[in-house]
């Protein structure tokens, strides 16, 4: 016997923790978004540094709004892999079809977060699918993306716009007191 499918995940620790209780019923929906919070603020850790976020929240400060995509698309070394070009990715998007003010940098982060959690749900489910042989695996997606709507202060957080509230670890239950919610 095994400890769950989620031991065998090819992603990072906080993702897994995401599948074991997107997969598990026991966990509550809010329990769920916990933990997928957590790994995007992880993810965010690793993939965002300090300098490359100021850099880019500071270029939307700039008086000439023309030279915002190049600015942008200066930053491309400072983002590296990953969650940092996916985010100028957006932000040149926004820049693109109007969108310039400091609200601008919070959407493009907002919709790449989004669009990592997405993604991860679905490798989840698709792995899940490969190991389970039974139907136990079509909700889980359904679960991680109603997680996903919690995201709206995270962005903010990123960007130093409001205190971070989020610990580095989900809450873990001690005692009989710290069951099931009635």
């Not at 620790?13 to 599948?19: S, T």
């Not at 976020?53 to 590296?80: C, H, I, M």
Request: net charge positive.
């Amino acid at each position: 016997m095994s400890d769950g499918p989620h031991r065998s995940l090819p992603m990072r620790p906080g993702w897994k923790r995401v599948a074991e209780r997107a997969h598990n019923r026991n966990y509550e929906p809010s329990q769920v978004q916990e933990a997928l919070l957590l790994a995007l603020v992880n993810d965010c850790r690793i993939e965002l540094s300090d300098s490359f976020v100021s850099s880019f929240y500071g270029a939307y400060g700039t008086l000439l709004k023309e030279d915002l995509p190049n600015q942008l698309e200066g930053l491309r070394g400072a983002a590296g892999a990953g969650l940092g070009r996916t985010v100028l990715d957006y932000a040149i998007q926004l820049v693109v079809s109007g969108e310039t003010g400091a609200d601008a940098a919070e959407h493009a982060l907002r919709n790449a977060l989004t669009d990592r959690a997405a993604r991860c749900a679905r490798q989840v489910e698709e792995h899940y699918r490969r190991t389970l042989k039974n139907r136990s695996t079509l909700d889980i997606r359904g679960r991680i993306e109603k997680a996903i709507t919690g995201i709206e202060g995270l962005a903010r957080q990123v960007l130093k716009l409001e205190p971070k509230t989020l610990k580095r670890t989900p809450s873990k239950h001690q005692g009989l007191d710290d069951g099931v919610p009635l």
